[in-house]
Structures are given as structure tokens and as C-alpha cells.
């Protein structure tokens, strides 16, 4: 490919150099890897185009995404997310406007909600949706079974069951927020904040309408500090692949955390996986969730603007996204409206979830931009070694924050 940049924000899809389209995924763990491969595999025996799959350490993808978006010769289509995330890179141009292929009979079937999220704030759409999944408090049932104790539905039952954990000699809760992953904590502070503040708030606060050290805040951080005690105190020294482990070995007791989990966990344990919905703190907030969406979005600056939006298309698929379902650990949901999931019983429980909420929020960085969530990281990580010096902390988010949101 040559060095020059054919821009094609607008969306004519006339570029082509030759090759294959390259596929750039974040999704490394074992069976996502593969099933990806077995995606790109199917598209290259259809013959309306060819593509290469390169996939990246999740965490080395996550902190090179900027760079590969504002190369000259970058990745043509990437794994990565909707919403203000994708609506971030798109206010910059760095994103191919794929509105036309939004009309064709797989997409236009989506519902209104992904339609939206998947459309930046100038109107074009600039993402493909391929699944999406729920957060939750995850945990071994024949360990529950072994320990005597049951999922609880508020927070002092929470509190309790913590404790009884906690005396039998188990860490009640593991993290996952060291080594590469402290993005994890935020699912923390997420979920806390849309259980005591409600969701609006939380998107408000996390596009800048308020502030991290509002009064509000602080009472998210009293909470958090009640069950600190029952943190695992390797917390933040795992990555959540390692706390995944811990938890599947028993040295945990339970981990908020998302479904891709299972992904890095024995497909023969995944029977014996169940889950609980983070407890309610105050009745009188609207219940929401946390189910994050995840597909695909182009380079404005790829030579293959028409081959990327075949593969887009196909991606949006019944036949891709069950294909998808069936390689990897099957606990995500697709989001093509007739395609099939796994249909096990802890995925029927997770779609019931994200289907009875009031309201579904998509995750920190998601909910703002990859641009933020450094400050989240670095205030959340303090908050864990260091949870009274919380003033402070709260200032110098805030003040961090700023920064981004004044740029």
C-alpha cells in the first residue's frame, strides 16, 4: 500500500489497492481468538472478498488504538466499541461513514437503541454492533453450595454474606485491576454510581456536566468503602485473567465483572459459572444495568472503503454472529435481532438482566471516551491503596478530567 492517505469520511467506498482487508482485534484470549479466525474464514470461503486477521494483546490494542486511527497506512476495520467512545474518534474524522450499508435488510432490522448508539453526534453512522453482553457478580456455584451461603438482593445482605465468607476463611471479593487491567475497577465505581446517583447522572458526570468531587461522588466512595475490608488484598496485582483463576480455584468468592471472562476460564467449568445482579443500594433509583455493546468500526483513512463495507455487512449477520456464539465461551448475546445464542441457562439469567433493566449504560470509557479512562485508573487505583485520602483523590480527578474534557 502506498503512504498516501485516501481520506473517505464521506462515505463514496470508490478506494481500492488490492489485498485482503485487515482485521485488527483486541479480542486475544483463547476461544475468542479462534472463534474470530473462524469468522474470517467463513468470510474468505463466501468469495465476495478477502480478509486478514491480526490480533493484538487486549491491553497493548487498547492503548494503541489512537496511534493505528491516525496512521497513514492503518488497520482497516477494528474491534472496538459504540456510543461516546466511538462518537470521540469520529468528531475527529478518524472514522469511515458507513450510513449506506444501515439501510440494507440485516442492519435496518437492528433495534432503535443500537441504531442510535451506533451513530456519531453528526448524524453519520460509523459502527456495526456484533454482540453485546451484561456485568454481574460472578461466582462458582458449587463453592456457594460448598460455603452455605446464597445470592444476596440487597446491599446488607451483601455485607453479610461478605462477612460469612470472609470467616470461612475466603476472600469474599476478587478484582482483576493489576497488571495491564486496572480498567476493571471502574466497573466499581459504574455500577455504585447508577445504584446511588442513577444512570443519568452517571453519563452526565462522566461528559462533564458534573463534577468528580461533587457531594454526590463522595457518597459513592462511603459505600465502596464499606465492603473494602472484603477486597482481595492481591486485587490490584492481578490482571482478571489471574483473578479469574483465583476465583474458579476458590481463593475468591465472587468478582464483578463482565461475561468476556469466560473466554479466559476452562470451557468445562462454565456449567458450574452463575452469577448474581449487583445489589440494590436505594429502591427509589431506577434500576440499569451495565451491558456494554461490541463490533466493529473502520478506518476513514482505509484504501478499502468497498471491501470493508462487505465485510461489515456480513459481519452484522445471523449466519456470522451465531458462528461467532458458537466458537468462543457463548456467553455473549448477539444483536442481530434473529440471531440465535447459546441458550444455556446462565445466559438466558443474563439476557433477562439487560432486558428488565430501566435503563443499560455501556461501561466508563464506553459512557466517555478511551481518553478518560486513564483518570478513572489512576484516581480508582489510589482510592484502593489509599481510601482515606479520598478528598484529595476526588480534587485531582476532577482536575485530571479537565484536562480532557477541555481539549
Known amino acids: 500500500m502506498s503512504g498516501c492517505v485516501a481520506s473517505n469520511s464521506g462515505g463514496s467506498g470508490s478506494q481500492s489497492s488490492g489485498g485482503p482487508v485487515t482485521l485488527q482485534s483486541n479480542l486475544s484470549s483463547p476461544q475468542a481468538k479462534s472463534a474470530m479466525q473462524n469468522l474470517v474464514d467463513a468470510y474468505n470461503k463466501r468469495g465476495s472478498g478477502k480478509a486478514a486477521l491480526n490480533t493484538v494483546a487486549s491491553e497493548t490494542f487498547r492503548t494503541q488504538l489512537p496511534t493505528y486511527l491516525t496512521s497513514a497506512n492503518p488497520p482497516d476495520l477494528l474491534t472496538w466499541y459504540p456510543g461516546s467512545v466511538a462518537d470521540s474518534y469520529a468528531k475527529k474524522d478518524l472514522l469511515l461513514d458507513v450510513s449506506d450499508i444501515w439501510t440494507k435488510p ?142 474458579l480455584q476458590g481463593r475468591t468468592g465472587m468478582m464483578l465483572i463482565g461475561t468476556f471472562f469466560a473466554d479466559a476460564a476452562p470451557k468445562d467449568q462454565l456449567d458450574d459459572i452463575d452469577f448474581f445482579q449487583f445489589p440494590i443500594i436505594d429502591p427509589t433509583v431506577q434500576v440499569a444495568e451495565e451491558g456494554p455493546t461490541d463490533g466493529y468500526f473502520a478506518s476513514a483513512h482505509t484504501h478499502h472503503a468497498a471491501e470493508v463495507k462487505d465485510l461489515m455487512s456480513w459481519l452484522a449477520t445471523t449466519e456470522a454472529q451465531e458462528l461467532y456464539i458458537k466458537g468462543s465461551s457463548g456467553t455473549s448475546l448477539p444483536t442481530n435481532p434473529k440471531a440465535k445464542d447459546s441458550g444455556t441457562p446462565l445466559v438466558k439469567k443474563g ?23 486513564p483518570t478513572a485508573d489512576n484516581a480508582l487505583t489510589r482510592f484502593l491503596a489509599q481510601p482515606k485520602d479520598i478528598n484529595s483523590i476526588l480534587t485531582n480527578w476532577q482536575r485530571d478530567a479537565q484536562k480532557i474534557w477541555g481539549q
Not at 470461612?168 to 476478587?174: E, F, L, S, T
Not at 462511603?222 to 485473567?241: C, H, I, M, R, S
Not at 439476557?351 to 479512562?373: C, G, H, K
Request: glycine content about 8%; some cysteine.
Open 351 to 373: 439476557r433477562a438482566l439487560i432486558e428488565s433493566a430501566a435503563d443499560v449504560t455501556q461501561f466508563f470509557n464506553r459512557d466517555s471516551s478511551d481518553a478518560l479512562q
Open 106 to 247: 440485516d442492519l435496518s432490522g437492528y433495534s432503535d437503541a443500537l441504531k442510535k448508539l451506533c451513530t456519531s453526534s453528526t448524524g453519520k453512522k460509523v459502527f456495526v454492533p456484533a454482540s453485546y453482553y451484561w456485568w454481574g457478580m460472578f461466582y462458582k456455584k458449587s463453592n456457594f453450595i460448598k460455603w452455605g451461603v446464597q445470592e444476596p438482593k440487597t446491599w446488607d445482605e451483601f455485607i453479610a454474606l461478605c462477612k460469612k465468607l470472609k470467616s470461612k476463611g475466603v476472600a469474599p471479593i476478587g478484582l482483576g485491576a493489576g497488571s495491564g487491567t486496572a480498567w476493571v475497577a471502574s466497573a466499581w465505581f459504574d455500577y455504585l454510581n447508577i445504584r446511588i446517583n442513577g444512570a443519568q447522572y452517571h453519563r452526565d458526570l462522566l461528559a462533564g456536566r458534573h463534577s468528580f468531587d461533587d457531594p454526590q461522588v463522595h457518597k459513592v466512595f462511603d459505600k465502596w468503602a464499606e465492603v473494602l475490608p472484603y477486597f482481595d488484598p492481591n486485587g490490584t496485582a492481578l490482571a482478571f485473567q489471574d483473578a479469574t483463576t483465583a476465583l
